[in-house]
């Protein structure tokens, strides 16, 4: 089998939608075990000089329950969110409970609830 190209493994990355390339993430951490995390370019402190802090959750995921009765709406509020196709929007709306954003921080998670609710939806965010 031939070696793909870097170009190769990027343009057809291109074409993924965003739940592909979700899953395409998750899929490449359990087979090499590790984890797609943002490296932040300056020094971490250590966490024994802060202490043990009790604090909320890291991640969230926000999923649809509900379209309500503005469907419309909220798939246009999907494809804000997301960045689908309306049609991929459409799509994803129509096979509930379905995961609109997953391992988001939670205030992006309240801030796409607060769209999605708006726009109709009934909204979990986990």
Do not use: C, N, Y
Not at 85 to 97: I, N
């Amino acid at each position: 089998m031939a070696k793909l190209t870097v170009e190769e493994i990027i343009a057809s990355l291109k074409e993924f939608s965003v739940l592909e390339l979700a899953d395409l993430v998750k899929a490449v951490e359990a087979e090499f075990g590790v984890t797609a995390a943002v490296v932040s370019g300056g020094a971490a402190a250590p966490a024994e000089e802060e202490g043990p802090v009790e604090k909320g959750p890291s991640e969230v995921s926000v999923f649809l329950k509900d379209v309500g009765a503005s469907k419309l709406q909220v798939i246009k509020a999907v494809v804000a969110i997301t960045g689908l196709s309306l049609m991929e929007a459409k799509k994803l709306t129509e096979a509930l409970p379905a995961a609109i954003k997953e391992h988001v921080s939670p205030v992006e998670g309240e801030e796409f609830k607060k769209q999605l609710e708006a726009a109709g939806a009934t909204v979990e965010v986990k």
